[in-house]
Nanobody, 119 residues
């Protein structure tokens, strides 16, 4: 499985960005996917996760109400819509899968896309 994240960039506080993660492989539609982020000097943290069928979705408390995760299994792509961005959202964002919840880290990771929010 290969994951390719894109859509990062520089945005002012209060702005929006949409991240995309394109996956290779035939089994994308069968496993949950997640977004994680790592800010400078900090550990990588969970941002959002979505089940294979999109029925179950989970967000970190820090992004609830501002970020929306979604997926299109036909396009083998998972998205992260980020609204009302804050300076503290600045980080490298990674898509990863399968997402197992809090029990273990995903097996496969994308290369990361930089999101920079200016205050």
């Amino acid at each position: 499985v290969q994951l390719q994240a894109s859509g990062g960039g520089l945005v002012q506080a209060g702005g929006s960005l949409r991240l995309s993660c394109a996956a290779s492989g035939r089994t994308f539609s069968t496993y949950a996917m997640g977004w994680f982020r790592q800010a400078p000097g900090k550990e990588r943290e969970f941002v959002a996760g979505i089940s294979a069928s999109s029925i179950n979705i989970k967000y970190a408390d820090s992004v609830k109400g501002r970020f929306t995760i979604s997926r299109d299994n036909a396009k083998k792509t998972v998205y992260l819509q980020m609204n009302s961005l804050k300076f503290e959202d600045t980080a490298v964002y990674y898509c990863a899968g399968p997402w197992y919840g809090s029990s273990r880290l995903p097996d496969y990771w994308g290369q990361g896309t930089q999101v920079t929010v200016s205050s």
